[in-house]
Every structure is written in structure tokens, then in C-alpha cells.
């Protein structure tokens, strides 16, 4: 069967995200996989955003969060607890955005391409089981519209693969 995207190649970013959110929610709502959901996930994200780096690190146990499944360059393995965006974004349990990494104390730099990224938690039961980390090549890449799209993106997560 064809799996294909479907996105307003032309739209606005809100555009695509109404148009990929539907389609999110239906391939991650009867797949037992946690795996296979969150792998089409990052691919969604990146055929239709097309950003530098998209991926997700969950918590294992411990006071780290694992790097799962990603599209991009290589990254760092383990983020502990508080440190860099992601480590901050877990503590906090709120979506931080950083228009410009190098501004941002104790910033995790994966790849010096990176310039600004937006990080949201997967929220389980008011428990961060994870976070969604998005980085992109350009400064300022990200707003109020990605925060509340990848918020309820991160919902679906959380409700159809936890
Ligand atoms: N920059 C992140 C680390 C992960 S990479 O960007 C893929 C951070 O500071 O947590």
C-alpha cells in the first residue's frame, strides 16, 4: 500500500501543519510499535518542514534521555537531566525556543550548522517521557505556530504511543 504525504507544497507553515497533523494522528493510532510510529513521525516532519535536524530523545530510567529515532546529521547519545535545550525542556516541562543556539546558556552543540531549534516535551500522564527536539539551519526559525502545532503533535505522541 502507498504511504504518501500530503501537504500544500506552497502553503504556510500553519497549512502544513493542519494538513500533516491528521495524518499523524491516523498512522500512530492502531500501530503497537512505538518505534515505527515515531520513526514515520520524523519523516512527516522532516518531507514536509524539510528542517536540518528532527528527532526524539526519550527517558529510559536514570537521569538521562536517549536519543531515539532521528533525520539528520549524527548527535549526541545521551542528554542528562537540565543540561543543554533538551535536559532544560525535561526539567522544565515546557517547550523552550532559541532563536540563535550560541545565545543559549550550556547549549548542546551537535552539529555547528545548527542555529536556532525548538524542543518540546512529550507529556505522559504529567510525566516528560520524552522530548521532540527540531533544529534548523537558519536563525529565528521558529515561532508561536510551531510551538502550538508540535504541542498537540506531541500530544498525539503521547496518546497513541505511550
Ligand atoms: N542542541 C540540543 C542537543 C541535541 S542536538 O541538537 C540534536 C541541546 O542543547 O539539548
Not at 41 to 68: M, P, R, S, T
Request: hydrophobic share 45%; with cysteine.
Amino acid at each position: 500500500m502507498a504511504e504518501n504525504l500530503f501537504f500544500p507544497k506552497d502553503g504556510c507553515k500553519a497549512d502544513i501543519y493542519e494538513a500533516i497533523i491528521p495524518q499523524i494522528s491516523a498512522l500512530t493510532l492502531h500501530e503497537t510499535d512505538r518505534t515505527a510510529s515515531l520513526a514515520n513521525v520524523v519523516a512527516i516532519l522532516k518531507e514536509a518542514l524539510n528542517h536540518f535536524w528532527i528527532g526524539f530523545y526519550i527517558h529510559k530510567g536514570g537521569d538521562e534521555l536517549v536519543l531515539n529515532v532521528f533525520q539528520g546529521p549524527l548527535a549526541c547519545s545521551r542528554i542528562r537531566r537540565g543540561k543543554g535545550v533538551c535536559g532544560a525542556v525535561w526539567s522544565k516541562a515546557e517547550t523552550i525556543i532559541v532563536d540563535d543556539v550560541e545565545l543559549f546558556d550550556g547549549h548542546i552543540a551537535c552539529s555547528t550548522t545548527s542555529k536556532s531549534e525548538i524542543v518540546v516535551p512529550l507529556i505522559n500522564k504529567g510525566v516528560v517521557v520524552g522530548v521532540l527536539d527540531i533544529d534548523s539551519d537558519s536563525y529565528a526559525t521558529f515561532d508561536s505556530i510551531d510551538r502550538d502545532y508540535l504541542e498537540a503533535i506531541s500530544k498525539i505522541i503521547t496518546d497513541n504511543c505511550f
